[in-house]
């Protein structure tokens, strides 16, 4: 079957520390993934994508590689800020007909100044 | 500006009495998505539906109805018969086909007491 698993928070940095969060999938056929990141009290927003092997998703200074011989989809940042303190998904579409987007369980992202 | 909107943002419902969220999208997207959200569980597939009078079950939805009678609508009951209602819930919706991401409203937080 199709699952996410993602590494267990909460993550604590001091601002400037270079952040991964890993994420791992198990899945059939092609999927895409990405990554979500929710503040508190708010919906989930779109952080990054990547939809084959070898693709790089990045977005405000966030990164994360698609890695199809390692089922991996860690997401990176090579300074964080008080700002990015927040809830991130790491999420699969299978891309199959009849499916949904399916979550990891999230981590925590706690910065301090 | 296109989106998803739910309603209420907040939710307080007595024991035994049967709620709905509502949630309504201008994107004109075909398949639209309920999550439950708990801490430490991450999300949780209730109901979706790829089409007009057409939807189907997820992981959870003992408790749960749902309607599709427009495009734009997706409106959840959580019955009497859910026995423990009290969560974030998240209306999300995405096109059908392609490596698509999934669009997220801003949540509803419903409260039984």
């Known amino acids: 079957g199709n699952s996410v698993t993602q590494m267990e928070g909460p993550v604590t940095l001091s601002e400037e520390a270079f952040l991964t969060i890993n994420c791992t999938y198990t899945?059939?056929?092609?999927?895409?993934l990405f990554w979500y990141v929710q503040y508190p009290g708010e919906g989930l927003q779109l952080l990054l994508k990547?939809?084959?092997?070898?693709d790089k998703g990045s977005n405000k200074g966030f990164e994360a590689t698609y890695r199809k011989e390692t089922t991996s989809f860690h997401l990176e940042k090579g300074s964080v800020q008080v700002s990015d303190s927040a809830v991130y998904f790491c999420?699969?579409?299978?891309?199959?007909?009849?499916?949904?987007?399916?979550f990891g369980k999230g981590t925590t992202l706690s910065v301090s100044s | 500006d296109g989106g998803i909107t739910q309603s209420p943002k907040y939710l307080f419902r007595k024991e035994g009495q049967n709620v709905t969220l509502s949630c309504e999208q201008n994107l004109n997207h075909d398949a639209m998505y309920w999550y439950r959200q708990d801490p430490g569980q991450g999300l949780r597939l209730i109901y979706y539906s790829q089409i007009v009078n057409d939807f189907q079950k997820g992981d959870i939805a003992e408790g749960y109805s749902v309607s599709r009678e427009k495009k734009e609508s997706f409106p959840l009951t959580v019955t009497s018969a859910q026995k423990n209602p009290t969560a974030f819930y998240l209306c999300?919706?995405?096109?059908?086909?392609?490596?698509?991401?999934?669009?997220f409203g801003q949540g509803t937080r419903l409260t039984v007491v």
């Open positions: 999300a919706s995405s096109i059908l086909q392609g490596n698509t991401e999934a669009f």
């Open positions: 899945a059939t056929g092609y999927p895409s």
């Open positions: 990547a939809t084959k092997a070898d």
């Open positions: 999420a699969l579409n299978p891309n199959q007909a009849g499916t949904a987007l399916i």
